[in-house]
């Protein structure tokens, strides 16, 4: 292949300081004494100090972290087990199909998520808050769940669980000492996205939220949508700092996912 | 594969299929979570907003009110694809010749995971009246103008928000392509440009169809980016949605535009659809 030309470099330099601009900016101006986005008077922290003395705001975080935590513990149970169930399903007809309805909510945009899923809570009677919140975290973050663990169980060979088996493994073994060991980094990096996919989400949760119950994207929509306060650029770039660490949490274990492979496994 | 004599341990898990106690969660939520809400949706579509059972929001939707509204929708959603592709597109190639290209990939990557409102609430800044654009303007001599709240600005800011997702699918396929062929085509005398536009971008087709779809589909529902820099304009079918969903509370109506949505999406995904697995493994799609 080609080397990278002048040409290209300056391009993608050019990408790079638009992708990241925005970002740095609104991190900037949180430093910004004067109340604007448009013109840096001096240094200050008061809007760190007014992001972690307002006890409103930090109620929300902690309903966001909560729902976040408790989503993909339970989501990264549920799609385990979901997981294993369509690897051993014998009928190829039926995986394919289980595989297709458990993308659905991939592909499906946010609005529609959202929309059907208020439909669904009115309809059996969930009252919308913390309730609705956790229950469609958990339910948009099974399949992501699932997409992340089954390459690793895949990859797995048949013989292990077979040599399992003959030397007196139960079934419920072969499960806790076979299989979980094995994707085990299949799993974290699954709880990985699912966590941030819930830390991140906005729209579902705008829309099965209720009135007593908020988290932090949706209240930071509503503070977005009465115009610039610097509290939004402060809590941004504590959210910018804390989506790097997930991020490279995220990446450190679909790595450490894609190199162990063990002689064992494939082909 | 060791298929012989030791299927035990197979047959002990696969017996378990037939009795799979352990996936009545799993199975639970496709039912409940998959397609009870994909069913409500398409059963609400036929009532209209008082209860009774009515063709009515489907009439509606074929006015020209809801039919502008959906052309304008995709017109939008066209321009966006169309400029995000422009800018991704050379992005992922030069990417690919990069020496730490994972590595810089990853850093082209990093902006999708922070949250879509922020990105959004920074161009409200970028963009106001005395902010840096306009101070800009200002200073090459065109003068202050309103950017926020104009087409200009939704497109701006989508394409912002999509050039990640457009770059991923296209740099995995480009990466993927094997570089002897790149070589061949040049030994046998084609310039760079014919190369490129009779083994490169063919070869590479499918990154760029899934980024089609990894954006079109998106652009055509969000609606964040319209109420927050498009200024209430309701133009895209997700902007619909919301507004019939939760501030007109007419759901009859938004879950008929939410059929259509889907059905669109079906269309779109058949058309930029693909044998091999999407490369989705890792950024976020939404």
């Given at each position: ?9 300056a391009?993608?330099?050019v ?48 309903n ?8 993909s513990l ?12 369509i ?42 808050g ?11 973050s ?29 079934k ?57 306060t610097?509290?939004?650029?402060a ?33 | 594969?060791t ?31 998959v ?40 017109w ?5 694809t ?21 590595l810089?990939?990853?850093?082209i990557?990093?902006p999708?995971w922070?949250?879509l ?9 970028i ?7 306009n101070?800009?303007l ?25 050039i ?30 014919v ?46 949605i919301e ?12 879950s008929?535009?939410?059929?259509f949505?889907?059905?669109f ?22």
């Amino acid at each position: 292949m080609g080397k990278l030309s002048k040409k290209g470099k300056a391009y993608l330099a050019v990408v790079f300081i638009i992708l990241y601009a925005p970002i740095f900016y609104l991190i900037f101006y949180s430093f910004n004494s004067g109340g604007t986005m448009s013109s840096f008077e001096g240094f200050t922290l008061e809007h760190y100090g007014a992001v972690f003395s307002d006890t409103r705001l930090i109620i929300i975080l902690m309903n966001t972290v909560i729902v976040a935590l408790l989503s993909s513990l339970i989501a990264t149970a549920i799609g385990v087990l979901g997981a294993i169930g369509i690897v051993f399903l014998r009928n190829r007809k039926m995986r394919s199909a289980v595989l297709s309805l458990n993308n659905i909510l991939i592909v499906s945009p946010d609005v529609i998520i959202g929309a059907s899923f208020l439909i669904l809570f009115t309809m059996i009677g969930v009252k919308l808050g913390f309730a609705s919140v956790l229950i469609s975290h958990i339910a948009f973050s099974i399949p992501i769940v699932v997409i992340m663990v089954l390459p690793k169980l895949q990859e797995m060979s048949d013989s292990l669980i077979d040599a399992a088996a003959d030397l007196g493994a139960s079934k419920r073994d072969i499960l806790t000492r076979v299989i979980i060991p094995f994707i085990k980094p299949g799993i974290f990096a699954g709880f990985f996205l699912a966590l941030t996919y819930s830390l991140d989400d906005f729209a579902v949760t705008f829309f099965v939220t209720g009135n007593g119950f908020s988290t932090l994207s949706v209240e930071i929509y509503s503070m977005a949508r009465a115009g610039i306060t610097l509290t939004i650029n402060a809590l941004s770039a504590l959210i910018f700092i804390v989506t790097l660490g997930l991020v490279i949490g995220y990446y450190s274990f679909s790595q450490r996912a894609s190199r162990n492979t063990p002689g064992t496994g494939g082909l | 594969m060791t298929r012989g004599l030791n299927l035990t341990g197979l047959k002990a898990m696969r017996n378990n299929s037939s009795r799979p106690f352990y996936l009545i969660p799993y199975y639970l939520w496709i039912a409940l979570f998959v397609i009870a809400p994909i069913a409500l949706i398409v059963y609400y579509s036929f009532f209209d907003i008082s209860g009774n059972l009515t063709f009515d929001n489907y009439k509606n939707f074929f006015s020209s009110v809801y039919l502008r509204l959906t052309l304008s929708s995709f017109w939008y959603a066209f321009l966006i694809t169309v400029f995000t592709l422009i800018v991704a597109y050379p992005t992922a190639y030069w990417l690919t010749k990069t020496k730490h290209k994972q590595l810089w990939l990853l850093l082209i990557i990093i902006p999708s995971w922070i949250n879509l409102l922020l990105k959004t609430y920074a161009f409200i800044g970028i963009f106001g009246l005395y902010g840096p654009a306009n101070r800009f303007l200002k200073a090459i001599g065109i003068g202050e103008q309103q950017i926020l709240f104009t087409d200009f600005s939704f497109i701006f800011v989508s394409v912002y928000i999509f050039i990640p997702f457009m770059i991923l699918p296209i740099f995995n396929s480009l990466d993927k392509m094997n570089p002897a062929l790149i070589d061949a085509s040049r030994d046998l005398g084609a310039s760079s440009w014919v190369t490129f536009r009779r083994v490169i971008f063919p070869l590479a087709i499918n990154g760029v169809k899934s980024g089609i779809q990894a954006v079109f589909i998106p652009a055509l529902s969000l609606f964040v980016i319209t109420r927050l820099i498009a200024g209430n304009k309701v133009i895209t079918l997700g902007t619909a949605i919301e507004q019939q969903f939760l501030v007109t509370q007419n759901w009859g109506m938004g879950s008929t535009i939410a059929v259509f949505l889907i059905l669109f999406m079906i269309i779109i995904m058949m058309l930029t659809g693909q044998r091999d697995k999407g490369g989705m493994a890792n950024g976020k799609i939404k």
